[in-house]
């Protein structure tokens, strides 16, 4: 058996066990041996789908959910926000662990407890038990995310068989996006869809124990738990103040929320650089790449996954439409990037990750810009030019954004890389939500407001083009 600190990407050396054991050696070949690509892209970028399927089922469920829980207008923030929220919370954490403890692990754990929390979200009868329920989700999720990024840079070694995977499972990110909202429209209500993908999750987390082999990149040491308790307890508190923050900035409990958060997060800095075996390394904070992938993350939460997870709701308020046909229309959208994600590796060479990224977001901005007054003037027909051109943007977005995030670290600590691209990512999408709502309810027509949000919307999409255009990346000699 090799110990906790062995790696497992070289052959197993016969040992004594393994002369005596004749079952233990097919286990060990199967989980240790050498990595299966092709399986290892399939099996991670199906559970990255069904992640993002139940990351979207509220988006056009969320007046069914709402009426079944009888949860008022001021807390449906929450119903969108638990699984950004506990994404949030975990990613960062998840990379680490999976980096030092082993990727597969926390991989096959992530997608097992996906499963059974999602079920568990089609069995409540609260708002309460519901969102907890989703804050559970969003955290297994952020284990099978962080990890998969880690298991294909294992299992893709080269460059070229890395911007191969990255782009695929970049692709399905958007894939899920397209998928879920249709699939949960078109069942019978929000509870058959919650349990269609908690088995979904189980079955992927079952073909994972057949088809993955395990990789990690030990650094030794005790983990860091009072850095990730730190963490988590920063996050909690910020993603509160922003959800809290839709019925009055300048409230008290917001205040002391987002004190809280700041100190915190200043607690996590000092203890990060003191500690042996950091969730983060700070340092990382000088390179070029990682900045921008950190940038990337978090726009691309505030500015795209902010607008469009509340913009279906949106239709079926003002233009009276069914879950099922705003799920199409978001379709347009989330199916454009799917496509144009799964083909942007054919830029690799010509446009850098970090211009894309740019890129990405300009078209957004500009697609947003095209439906402003669509949903006033009552024509859902206006919609479409701004759906397909910000789904151009959205498809450059998925495609750069797991590239670089892994290319901005060191290849040992890939999941920890993917993880904090993504905890920003879900700290955006968490912000995005909670300001689009706020806008889009606050001016006393519903038309009107998602204008203003759209237009904030664009004007973030910009600032992240900016963000991530003036981290000049640097020639490596």
Not at 65 to 77: C, E, M, N, V
Not at 223 to 250: E, K, M, Q
Not at 286 to 304: D, E, I, K, Q, W
Not at 309 to 331: D, E, I, N, R
Request: with cysteine; aromatic share 6%.
């Amino acid at each position: 058996m090799t110990g906790p600190n062995s790696p497992t990407t070289s052959p197993a050396a016969p040992t004594a066990a393994a002369a005596t054991t004749r079952t233990a050696a097919p286990r060990l070949k199967r989980r240790d041996g050498p990595p299966h690509p092709r399986f290892t892209l399939a099996v991670t970028s199906a559970a990255t789908t069904v992640a993002l399927m139940t990351y979207t089922a509220p988006i056009v469920t969320l007046r069914g959910t709402a009426a079944a829980l009888h949860t008022p207008l001021s807390a449906q923030a929450w119903l969108l926000n638990g699984t950004p929220l506990g994404l949030a919370a975990l990613l960062l954490i998840a990379g680490s662990l999976a980096d030092d403890y082993g990727r597969r692990r926390v991989f096959l754990a992530g997608t097992l407890t996906l499963g059974l929390t999602t079920v568990l979200g089609a069995l409540a009868t609260t708002t309460w038990q519901f969102t907890l329920a989703r804050i559970a989700q969003g955290g297994a999720s952020a284990a099978l995310l962080a990890s998969s990024l880690g298991l294909l840079v294992h299992a893709f070694p080269t460059p070229r068989g890395r911007l191969h995977a990255t782009g695929v499972w970049g692709a399905f990110v958007s894939g899920g996006i397209a998928v879920g909202p249709v699939v949960t429209g078109a069942l019978p209500n929000w509870r058959a869809a919650y349990a269609v993908l908690g088995v979904a999750a189980l079955v992927t987390a079952a073909l994972g124990t057949r088809t993955l082999s395990e990789s990690r990149a030990p650094r030794g040491g005790r983990p860091d738990v009072l850095g990730a308790l730190t963490f988590a307890l920063a996050l909690v508190a910020l993603v509160a103040a922003l959800t809290l923050g839709r019925d009055g900035w300048l409230r008290v409990p917001v205040g002391l929320l987002l004190a809280a958060a700041v100190a915190l997060l200043g607690v996590f800095a000092l203890l990060e650089r003191r500690t042996g075996t950091p969730m983060i390394d700070l340092s990382l904070l000088r390179r070029p790449g990682f900045l921008a992938s950190s940038a990337g993350g978090l726009f691309t939460g505030l500015a795209v996954i902010g607008l469009f997870s509340f913009l279906p709701a949106v239709l079926q308020q003002t233009l009276g439409m069914s879950p099922l046909t705003s799920a199409w229309l978001l379709l347009l959208w989330s199916g454009t990037g799917f496509v144009v994600a799964l083909q942007a590796k054919r830029l690799a060479g010509r446009v850098t990750p970090r211009r894309q990224l740019v890129l990405g977001f300009v078209l957004h901005a500009a697609g947003v810009l095209t439906m402003l007054g669509a949903i006033g003037s009552g024509s859902w027909l206006r919609l479409l030019p701004g759906l397909l051109l910000g789904g151009v943007g959205t498809g450059l977005l998925n495609a750069s954004l797991p590239l670089l995030s892994v290319e901005s670290v060191p290849p040992e600590r890939a999941a920890m890389g993917s993880g904090a691209q993504q905890t920003l990512r879900y700290i955006g999408s968490c912000a995005g939500v909670a300001l689009t709502i706020a806008l889009a309810t606050s001016t006393g027509s519903l038309s009107r407001g998602a204008d203003v949000a759209m237009a904030l919307s664009a004007g973030l999409a910009l600032a992240g083009a900016v963000g991530v255009g003036v981290a000049r990346e640097r020639k490596r000699g």
